[in-house]
């Protein structure tokens, strides 16, 4: 099992920045990609940002030129620098991760979410 464990959610005022860290642990052979989600109140979850292990990004069209996804494969650790955050980006961000087990069968999990504020 691959336990994801989340930091650095709080509460912020528009236009400010907050940093998010997730690490991963367990029976792991290799991650294939890392990504973050969020969940606003009423809305379905959506993605925000992906990295794979090559370093290729893909970010939601709503956080383009705001965040930054990055990742420290040796730490099995991936990180999101929010800046100029907007009311808008209210939500439970949930860290995800595919990839392998050391018996080689895949795996996908996902953190327990952290809350992210902005007030305007």
């Known amino acids: 099992q691959v336990q994801l464990v989340e930091s650095g959610g709080g509460l912020v005022q528009a236009g400010g920045s907050l940093r998010l860290s997730c690490a991963a642990s367990g029976s792991i052979f290799s991650i294939n990609r890392m990504g973050w989600y969020r969940q606003a109140p009423g809305k379905q979850r959506e993605l925000v940002a992906t990295i794979t292990s090559t370093g290729t990004t893909n970010y939601a069209d709503s956080v383009k030129g705001r965040f930054t996804i990055s990742r420290d494969n040796a730490m099995n650790t991936v990180y999101l620098q929010m800046n100029s955050l907007k009311p808008e980006d209210t939500a439970v961000y949930y860290c995800?991760?595919?990839?392998?087990?050391?018996?080689?069968?895949?795996?996908?999990?996902w953190g327990q979410g952290t809350q992210v504020t902005v007030s305007s």
């Open positions: 995800n991760s595919m990839g392998y087990y050391r018996n080689y069968q895949v795996f996908d999990s």
